[in-house]
């Protein structure tokens, strides 16, 4: 698979049109996609960027398909919450703690922890 395989392939898996691809990447029409998609038009580094931000992917794995470079479909919210883990030891040991735990345990602990801080509103 190239690069102008992995652009379509992550477009629909994503659900994205070709005219919305266009618009995240910054061109005019659906027409620049669909001859990228057909390996009609070259596209440069910065666009590579571009396309990689747009489907939620790395440049490497655009440009080479290597699975170890693929995510970077994490939401702004999920990313959030990693650096808080990465940055708080004690976040990441409760997290550790948790990790096996069935949503009832982790519901409990919820509860406990709010009795703790006093958290009467949860």
Avoid: H, W
Wanted: no cysteine.
């Amino acid at each position: 698979m190239n690069i102008y395989d992995r652009i379509k392939t992550l477009r629909l898996a994503r659900g994205l049109s070709q005219y919305e691809l266009a618009q995240k990447v910054g061109y005019e029409g659906r027409s620049a996609i669909s001859k990228v998609e057909r390996g009609e038009r070259d596209i440069s580094q910065s666009m590579i960027v571009k396309y990689a931000q747009a489907l939620g992917v790395t440049p490497t794995y655009l440009l080479y398909g290597d699975e170890k470079e693929k995510p970077y479909d994490i939401d702004d919210e999920l990313t959030e919450y990693l650096e808080y883990l990465k940055n708080r030891p004690e976040m990441r040991m409760l997290f550790s703690t948790l990790k096996g735990a069935t949503k009832e345990d982790v519901e409990r602990a919820v509860k406990i922890i709010e009795a703790l801080r006093g958290d009467t509103n949860g």
